[in-house]
């Protein structure tokens, strides 16, 4: 039967398999949810609220217990990446918007671009010195192509890991608490691939 979930306000969706943690099944259905910490469970900007189809996900974690104010819990907030669909159902979120929760790298670069941009020629040259990883070559290179220059170099500074998980790691990141049924939810999630 699989599970039906719809993201509000727009209304996109689809089904997808039991045993499918939350923040996959978006991806999967094309809806990018912010992941700063890359699924371990040590933000909160995965954070969605559930509006229907509680009772089908899996238990509160730990991870969720820390970063989710007693105040979001009872909204009916979880943290995507840690929540498992334990049952069969239909299920409608909302992701939460920004400024009620913690900004990822990505956004902050955004802001950066922005504040940037507005910002006088001299608190621009201040701003970029203030870098460490910026040389006065790049920072004179950088200033003569604003913002694009700057904007990369923020980019490359703030979120230059990646953010691409293989399955691999993100398995080694699933909650403790699931750890006993992450094979068999690899399985499942394999199957509706
Ligand atoms: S991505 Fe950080 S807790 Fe989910």
């Not at 209304?11 to 045993?19: F, H, K, L, S, W």
């Not at 999967?28 to 371990?40: H, Q, S, T, V």
């Not at 509680?54 to 979880?78: F, I, K, P, Y």
């Not at 970029?128 to 694009?148: D, H, R, V």
Request: charged content about 35%.
């Amino acid at each position: 039967m699989g599970v039906n979930i719809k993201f509000e306000p727009e209304g996109q969706g689809g089904i997808v398999a039991e045993g499918s943690y939350l923040w996959d099944a978006a991806k999967r259905l094309g809806i990018r949810l912010p992941a700063k910490c890359e699924g371990r469970g040590e933000c909160d900007t995965c954070a969605v609220v559930v509006q229907e189809g509680a009772t089908l996900l899996s238990s509160l974690t730990d991870a969720e217990r820390v970063h989710l104010s007693q105040d979001r819990l009872a909204a009916g907030e979880r943290l995507a990446c840690q929540v498992k669909v334990e049952r069969a159902g239909d299920l409608v979120l909302r992701a939460v918007p920004v400024t009620e929760r913690e900004e990822t790298p990505e956004e902050a670069v955004k802001d950066f671009r922005k504040e940037f941009r507005e910002m006088p020629l001299e608190r621009k040259f201040a701003t970029l010195f203030e870098f460490e990883a910026m040389t006065a070559y790049q920072t004179l290179n950088a200033i003569s192509n604003i913002p694009s220059k700057v904007g990369e170099k923020v980019l490359d500074i703030m979120a230059g890991r990646g953010r691409r998980l293989s399955r691999r790691e993100r398995d080694a990141h699933r909650p403790a608490e699931h750890r006993r049924t992450s094979n068999e939810a690899g399985q499942k999630e394999k199957q509706s691939t």
